[in-house]
């Protein structure tokens, strides 16, 4: 017995994206990201510079 079941085609879900908003979203969340990691590595040179490297 063949239970398979069919995967639905799915490229004309790809064909009414707007890129450019996806673009516009993807760099507005990139920066963000970038000032977490940039938050983080501030608040660790903070935390380490009082201790010493062995």
Do not use: Y
Not at 18 to 46: G, M, P, W, Y
Request: glycine fraction near 2%; charge should be positive; include cysteine.
């Amino acid at each position: 017995m063949d239970n398979k079941q069919e995967r639905p085609n799915k490229a004309d879900i790809w064909v009414n994206i707007d890129f450019d908003k996806v673009k516009h979203r993807i760099n507005a969340v990139t920066c963000q990201i970038e000032r977490v990691i940039q938050k983080h590595q501030l608040s660790n040179q903070a935390r380490n510079s009082g201790k010493r490297n062995n």
